[in-house]
């Protein structure tokens, strides 16, 4: 056949010319993907002999998901989330757009290549968000789908850009994480559209085949949360088989093959296919009409024709969801693990990876030649300029806005101070005066009005206990329905208003950690993903940060920009109890990457820090923040701060003599037992020092760079933390004190090789005032000077003797 005469370059090509194509491109990504692992795998260098890894079988279970989605559907102003191991079919399908490099899938699982899994930071603009955390992908594209409706109810989005569509594209076990269910209810409560999840319904996970039935129960869940759910179990060569005499018992034999029988049917193709259905078919002379004069492959063929791997079933069923209107959609995409690979059905296919010797069986089945294996078009049976004016066609590959996929948006300008509460000589707690802060900020007046424009809070249920009420009494509920205040309108007493608008300023979550942490991701990326800044702040309890951990380390990830607030924290909970007095969380603090993390004990240091977050959130080079405050009130100091040294981590509240022998060091709200211990020291030790630790995340983070400066030849590199702590003499001791593990503190000796005594809970709290837990767990004046007289005199000192220490 000439192919050209069928579709001269130029013309549009008709449907079936179409679909052609689209099966040429599908063998392409079915290859390429294969090559790219089989290529970091059995080609290039292995210095370590550490299986590289990667997922041949997870890719051609979707390649036909896919091309339908890439090639015909998405377009510019849709968001993607592609299930992290079918990351090679999704850097095919750039490189065949002519944005993803041979050298970068070259580098698939190495350094500088593409990473194993899709990474926004590391692997382009491409890739609109990160996956690899199996749940968490898929139920951002909900909260994303949400942000953008904010972003156009606000009136804040670009006009250059339409609202797109938030599509995961999901592995059916990642349906087994319970944050999807989380997400699920969420975006119902938010009545959200715009969202469909394409499941690789391959009914393989890592271990195995998933139980039967299990989908019915999902599908109903879908449902129940209002959305539509399409399912597309069988192609159209099994339906036409299904249409003819004998059909129906065929399908029925198909509907109740166990997942696991149809598995390894599949693995051993179509002599045992032909067995098993006549098996118990066999008496059936229609059934016998359908099976007898189909060869063992055509048969096997066949009986694997799912939904999934029908581009054409496939476009269909997503043209129709599209057409329909917004509805969330769910299509259930059947298909079989390693489609088109030699161990398609196995149940351990998912690491399998093909031998040389298969691989160049699957080379040759591809016409590919050695040497080209890396070509746009190698082996395929239409003419290059055709594919390629086929591929500058797709919808998807329109540019639509000058920057591409990754856009930006201009920095929110913030003012130099920020409306500061009357604080000196009050009694207020840090948690407090972020309430009270923000909500001077919603005023929105003067130079503050963009600003608290451009602010957007959220809560997983503990809006008003974590001192958000003043705000969003100013800034109302955002819901894309406008809906009363019942109190209000029955007129019944509450000092909170609950009205909802499109207007609204604060998205109330349910009580779901995840969820707050998948939302500040979303938001957080607001400008790369509709070119509207937002300046995203959310509230949650502090122990509940590690409820919703594995979210938020997802979202810094993603280089997601946004103000954490964490409050209550730590023992001063107290009567609060147990398991919600937070021990861990400055450790995270500093161990999470992309987040500053900030202790302040009191506001005037708050005011600096919340001030440098809403700047530092938009700064090319700033990451997330994170402030952990506490609902102790504290009498509040009349002072200047030095604004440099408490953005650094920490400041002097009293300095020390030079080559003092002696410094106490406290970092939040146990500030008064670290000053009253220092005032009974100083007596002792004239020269001591009172140092306030603000943020021991980013001390030792500019403390490691400056290490790795001295290292590479800078010698003259020094860190806040260094030049703080010169003053005191080379072995001076230093005495620490925080409500959070004391190992959050302990590295401070490394700096210049002072004995440190790190006090703080390491046992998880109980019920309590806040003085007999402080006793309880070594942080009250008493213990922070116990550990002055034991740091002087190493040996056994305690206060009753700190006297003879000297
Ligand atoms: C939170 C999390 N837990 C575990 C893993 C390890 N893991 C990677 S893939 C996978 C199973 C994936 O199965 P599925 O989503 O069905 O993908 P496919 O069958 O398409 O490969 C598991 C358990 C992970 N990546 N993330
Ligand atoms: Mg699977």
């Not at 693990?337 to 161990?343: D, E, I, R, T, Y």
């Not at 620490?736 to 302990?746: E, K, N, R």
Request: proline share 6%; hydrophobic share 45%; net charge negative.
């Amino acid at each position: 056949m000439d192919v050209e005469t069928l579709s001269p370059v130029g013309v549009a090509p008709s449907d079936t010319r179409r679909l052609e194509i689209l099966h040429q491109l599908e063998r392409k990504l079915l290859w390429l993907s294969a090559w790219m692992v089989h290529h970091a795998n059995h080609i290039r260098p292995n210095r370590d002999g550490l299986k590289v890894g990667g997922h041949q079988a997870s890719c051609a279970s979707v390649i036909s998901i896919m091309a339908a989605l890439y090639f015909e559907i998405a377009r510019p102003q849709d968001r993607i989330a592609v299930k992290p191991h079918a990351g090679p079919v999704f850097h095919a399908i750039n490189y065949l757009f002519g944005r993803q490099s041979i050298e970068k899938m070259e580098g698939l699982r190495a350094l500088g290549g593409v990473q194993s899994y899709p990474s926004r930071v590391k692997d382009g603009p491409e890739v609109d968000f990160s996956t690899g955390s199996v749940g968490l992908g898929v139920a951002m594209t909900t909260f994303s789908a949400l942000i953008q409706d904010y972003v156009r109810l606000h009136g804040l989005g670009r006009t250059d850009l339409p609202p797109g569509r938030h599509i995961a594209v999901a592995g059916d076990a990642e349906l087994d994480e319970g944050n999807i269910y989380e997400a699920l209810l969420e975006g119902w409560k938010h009545d959200v559209r715009d969202v469909w999840w394409i499941v690789d319904y391959n009914r393989q996970s890592l271990d195995s085949v998933v139980p039967d039935r299990l989908f019915g129960r999902i599908e109903g869940l879908f449902r129940d949360m209002g959305w539509n759910v399409v399912t597309l179990k069988y192609g159209r060569k099994l339906a036409a088989a299904f249409g003819r005499p004998g059909g129906d018992a065929l399908r029925r034999w198909i509907d109740d093959c166990p997942n696991s029988l149809y598995a390894a049917l599949t693995f051993q193709g179509g002599t045992a296919w032909r067995q098993a259905v006549l098996a118990d078919l066999g008496r059936s002379r229609a059934v016998r009409a359908i099976v007898d004069p189909l060869s063992d492959d055509e048969l096997a063929t066949l009986m694997t024709n799912l939904g999934g791997h029908d581009i054409e079933a496939i476009i269909e069923a997503l043209r129709a969801a599209a057409a329909e209107g917004d509805q969330p959609t769910c299509f259930i995409a059947y298909t079989i693990k390693g489609m088109g690979l030699p161990f398609a059905g196995h149940k351990d296919n998912h690491a399998g990876m093909m031998t040389k010797e298969q691989m160049a069986g699957f080379r040759a089945a591809m016409a590919i030649r050695p040497g080209h294996e890396w070509d746009r078009f190698e082996g395929l049976d239409l003419p290059a300029g055709e594919l390629a004016e086929f591929l500058d066609g797709c919808p998807f590959a329109a540019k639509l806005t000058p920057e591409g996929r990754a856009l930006t948006a201009p920095a929110i300008m913030v003012p130099a101070e920020l409306p500061m509460p009357k604080v000196a000589g009050r009694k207020l707690s840090t948690q407090a005066g972020f309430g009270d802060m923000l909500a001077e900020i919603g005023r929105g007046q003067g130079p503050f009005k963009e600003l608290a424009e451009h602010i957007v809070t959220a809560s997983p249920d503990v809006t008003v206990s974590t001192n958000l009420g003043p705000w969003v009494n100013r800034r109302g509920i955002f819901d894309r329905h406008t809906r009363n205040d019942v109190f209000r309108d029955a007129k019944l007493a509450s000092a909170q208003r609950w009205g909802m608008s499109p207007l609204g300023q604060h998205i109330e979550l349910g009580i779901a950690e995840q969820n707050l942490f998948l939302l500040l991701g979303a938001a957080g990326l607001t400008h790369a993903l509709t070119g509207a800044r937002l300046l995203p702040v959310g509230t949650v309890y502090d122990p509940f940060v590690n409820r919703g951990l594995d979210a938020l380390i997802y979202a810094c990830y993603q280089d997601a920009r946004f103000l954490l607030v964490s409050t209550p924290s730590g023992l001063t909970l107290a009567p609060e109890g147990g398991q919600h007095q937070s021990i861990n969380t400055p450790l995270i603090g500093m161990a999470a990457d992309r987040l500053a993390s900030f202790e302040p004990a009191y506001v005037d240091e708050l005011a600096i820090l919340l001030r440098h977050a809403f700047s530092h959130i938009q700064q090319p080079e700033g990451s997330a923040v994170w402030l952990r405050l506490s609902t102790r009130q504290l009498q509040q100091p009349a002072r200047e701060l030095d604004l440099a040294s408490v953005i650094a981590g920490a400041h002097w509240v009293v300095a020390p003599e030079p080559g003092a022998r002696i410094a106490i060091a406290y970092e939040g709200p146990v500030a008064p037992e670290a000053e009253a211990a220092f005032a009974e020291l100083r007596a002792e030790e004239p020269g001591a020092g009172l140092l306030a630790v603000i943020s021991p995340d980013r001390l030792h983070a500019e403390w490691l760079g400056a290490l790795r400066a001295r290292r590479s030849g800078r010698r003259d590199a020094r860190c806040h933390i260094e030049r703080i702590l010169s003053p005191l003499a080379p072995d001076a001791a230093l005495v620490t004190v925080l409500d959070g593990h004391p190992a959050t503190h302990a590295w401070f000796g490394a700096v210049r090789g002072q004995r440190v005594i790190s006090l703080g809970p390491d046992h998880f709290g109980q019920s309590g005032d806040i003085p007999s837990l402080y006793q309880e767990y070594g942080i009250d004046t008493e213990a922070i000077l116990d550990a002055c007289a034991q740091a002087l005199l190493p040996g056994q000192a305690t206060a009753a003797n700190i006297l003879s220490v000297s």
